[in-house]
């Protein structure tokens, strides 16, 4: 049985610090890893995937994969308040469904 | 372009009911997914197409559950009988070929009464 593992927070930090997410997985083999960010009452929305160890940056937003330590984490930098929702890390194996963790919840405060 | 589309967006229902729920992929995405979602849980996987392939049923909880998919596009999610415990948000998501990233929908609030 995959897992993945994310601490379920809050995660509280003030507008304009990192804000750093982590997630542990279980299956040596997955290949792919996924962050969603749902708002409350909303679906997941896709911001960030990364296949390769290391850092993958987009914007205000980097995903780094431990592929050795079973570790992906997430960081935002300069966050804002609409940054505040709950970040959901996700793994898969290639053609299959994805394995969610239970998410963490963000709030930065103004 | 649009997006994945479900239907309905609300559904109450009495206990016992059977209802229906509809999920509209991304044209050309080959793999539709659902999920459920409990409030304030995490995402639970239900059922998996890809192409032609036989369906990825793992998750479905329970026999009252089924799904499926014509022509390679809209996919009906069925749950027969209904419980209190089904209520959820069902979430559909479509990706391209089957491999990752997946897409979702705005999902379905069932509400079992």
């Known amino acids: 049985q995959k897992e993945v593992e994310q601490n379920s927070g809050p995660l509280s930090v003030p507008e304009g610090a990192i804000a750093s997410l982590n997630c542990t997985y279980s299956d040596r083999g997955s290949q792919s890893f996924f962050w969603y960010r749902q708002y409350s009452g909303k679906s997941p929305e896709l911001i960030m995937f990364?296949?390769?160890?290391g850092d993958k940056e987009d914007g205000r937003f980097t995903a780094q994969l431990n592929k050795a330590s079973q570790y992906v984490s997430l960081l935002i930098r300069d966050s804002q308040p609409s940054d505040s929702a709950t970040y959901l890390c996700a793994e898969g194996g290639g053609y299959s469904t994805l394995t969610f963790g239970k998410g963490t919840m963000l709030l930065v405060s103004p | 372009g649009a997006g994945v589309s479900q239907s309905p967006s609300n559904k109450v229902t009495e206990k016992g009911k059977d209802v229906e729920l509809r999920c509209d992929p991304i044209s050309g995405h080959t793999a539709l997914y659902w999920y459920r979602q409990s409030l304030g849980q995490g995402l639970e996987f239900l059922i998996y197409f890809q192409g032609n392939s036989a369906p990825d049923k793992s998750g479905l909880p329970s026999d009252r559950f089924s799904a499926e998919r014509t022509g390679g596009s809209v996919s009906t999610l069925t749950i027969q009988r209904t419980q209190q415990e089904d209520s959820a948000v069902y979430l559909c998501a479509s990706s391209p070929t089957g491999v990752q990233p997946q897409h979702f929908g705005d999902g379905t609030r069932l509400s079992i009464l």
């Open positions: 990364i296949y390769s160890n």
